[in-house]
T-cell receptor
Framework: DTAVSQTPKYLVTQMGNDKSIKCEQNLGHDTMYWYKQDSKKFLKIMFS???????INETVPNRFSPKSPDKAHLNLHINSLELGDSAVYFC????????????FGQGTRLTVV | DAKTTQPTSMDCAEGRAANLPCNHSTISGNEYVYWYRQIHSQGPQYIIHGLKNNETNEMASLIITEDRKSSTLILPHATLRDTAVYYCIVRVANTGGFKTIFGAGTRLFVKA
């Protein structure tokens, strides 16, 4: 069973559209994250949730809205998509927000055309 | 900004030990050193972490200098499947939790 799963794996959409990426973890972890990896391959944290509560928001445009219906899920909704949003988005989870390792999903490659 | 510096790339012969260095001269006393790797087109994979003592697990060993300003990840017998980007990370305390800030990493090429 996949520990951290994201859907879809690939997403191609037009500028201006609204799209969502879903993430689920079956590890019983309390903390979940969204990271963005751009074309230069830098991984940047976007959000962190602990038990459905937002704890880290890294100056991400408010077109990006994470939603955590329960602690096993952290979805990412993006409004009015722009070309610069094209990237690979990784979801991750960890047991808590402290010094524990994070487990990453396989990524969602978003291409905005 | 990442608190670590690593060489951009390294080569290693298959079957030999791969030693990946990392500098983290501004590390604070309660900040751990983590290592992850990312194999092409996959999500990052946790390898090991430590505070001040050397650590070993089934994947690798982590050697941290006594002053904690640098560390070395050792893959004892590198295989072709170990070709990846290796990230050395110092987790930064943040309100409500810690942030894992990735730098550029070291691209390790394991050659037959």
């Amino acid at each position: 069973d996949t520990a951290v799963s994201q859907t879809p794996k690939y997403l191609v959409t037009q500028m201006g559209n609204d799209k969502s990426i879903k993430c689920e973890q079956n590890l019983g972890h309390d903390t979940m994250y969204w990271y963005k990896q751009d074309s230069k391959k830098f991984l940047k944290i976007m959000f962190s949730y602990n038990n459905k509560e937002l704890i880290i928001n890294e100056t991400v445009p408010n077109r990006f809205s994470p939603k955590s219906p329960d602690k096993a899920h952290l979805n990412l909704h993006i409004n009015s998509l722009e070309l610069g949003d094209s990237a690979v988005y990784f979801c991750a989870s960890s047991r808590d927000g402290g010094n524990t390792e994070a487990f990453f999903g396989q990524g969602t490659r978003l291409t905005v055309v | 900004d990442a608190k670590t510096t690593q060489p951009t790339s390294m080569d290693c012969a298959e079957g030999r030990a791969a030693n990946l260095p990392c500098n983290h001269s501004t590390i604070s006393g309660n900040e751990y050193v983590y290592w992850y790797r990312q194999i092409h087109s996959q999500g990052p994979q946790y390898i090991i972490h430590g505070l001040k003592n050397n650590e070993t697990n089934e994947m690798a060993s982590l050697i941290i200098t006594e002053d904690r300003k640098s560390s070395t990840l050792i893959l004892p017998h590198a295989t072709l499947r170990d070709t990846a980007v290796y990230y050395c990370i110092v987790r930064v305390a943040n309100t409500g939790g810690f942030k894992t800030i990735f730098g550029a990493g070291t691209r390790l090429f394991v050659k037959a």
